[in-house]
């Protein structure tokens, strides 16, 4: 069960415990195109459909960038709305796929997380982090704004956390910060020790009573039925916005550093 994409990837494997994990990959600090996106949430959805599946890992690959969030080339090369909207479009629709899956998700970010991958990390329900996933939202440095990912970011840091983010959007905050804000459950000092306990928790969740489990990721999501439609609006004001003036350029500028 693997999806081979031009310059990047998404795999999946399923462990005889029903530990399915999905990595994403990509040589630009794992970035995201269109194409890595609409895998993301093909797959994020069919393993919620699968009653083998317990639990599901989100993990990108390499032992760099977890996520550098949306791709700079692909964002300079929309030319109308509609391309824009569907591109956006592609962030929306892996979130609502982690918010609607019936299995818990548990998220490993293992290095740096901007925009878009700081998105992702907030849609899985239990995110692991080592000492180097430092966070920031980049979206308004470039003529944007999170508006896509803003509502999984919000819902899991709160409205003053998620401005900081957002309006100091060249800055850094650290993992440590991230963690003191419920964006991860625990930061460790290697991969190696947070693969352990992700191991060790999906080995306890995979043994959990299934029916329980999907109760209870129900009730962590209460309240977002609408993300279908808000997310797409979402979108549409991002699609918007990428067309203009200020921000190709600022793109383009983004690109030469």
């Not at 895998?39 to 317990?54: P, Q, R, Y």
Request: negative net charge.
């Amino acid at each position: 069960m693997s999806e081979v994409i031009n310059q990047g990837h998404v795999h999946v494997s399923i462990d005889d415990k029903g530990i399915a994990t999905v990595e994403f990959g990509h040589p630009l600090s794992n970035s995201l195109p269109g194409k890595i996106l609409g895998s993301l949430a093909e797959e994020i959805t069919k393993l919620g459909m699968n009653d083998e599946v317990k639990v599901v890992v989100l993990k990108s690959s390499g032992e760099k960038a977890f996520c550098a969030g949306a791709s700079f080339d692909e964002l300079i090369s929309i030319e109308d709305f509609e391309t824009g909207k569907t591109f956006f479009s592609g962030f929306a629709n892996v979130i609502n796929a982690c918010r609607k899956s019936p299995k818990l998700i548990i998220g490993r970010v293992h290095g740096k997380a901007v925009g878009g991958g700081v998105g992702v990390a907030s849609a899985v329900d239990y995110c692991f982090a080592t000492k180097y996933a430092d966070v920031k939202l980049s979206e308004l440095a470039v003529g944007i704004g999170p508006f896509v990912v803003g509502p999984a970011v919000q819902r899991k840091i709160g409205v003053s956390a998620m401005s900081q983010l957002a309006i100091n959007a060249t800055e850094w905050k650290s993992a440590q910060w991230a963690m003191e804000k419920g964006l991860y459950t625990d930061v460790f000092e290697s991969a190696a020790e947070m693969d352990e306990k992700i191991e060790e928790l999906a080995a306890k969740l995979s043994q959990s009573n299934p029916e329980a489990m999907v109760l209870l990721k129900n009730i962590f999501w209460e309240g977002t039925d609408h993300w279908d439609d808000l997310l797409m609006e979402r979108a549409e004001l991002s699609g918007q916005l990428v067309l203009s003036e200020f921000t190709v350029n600022a793109i383009n500028k983004f690109k030469k550093k």
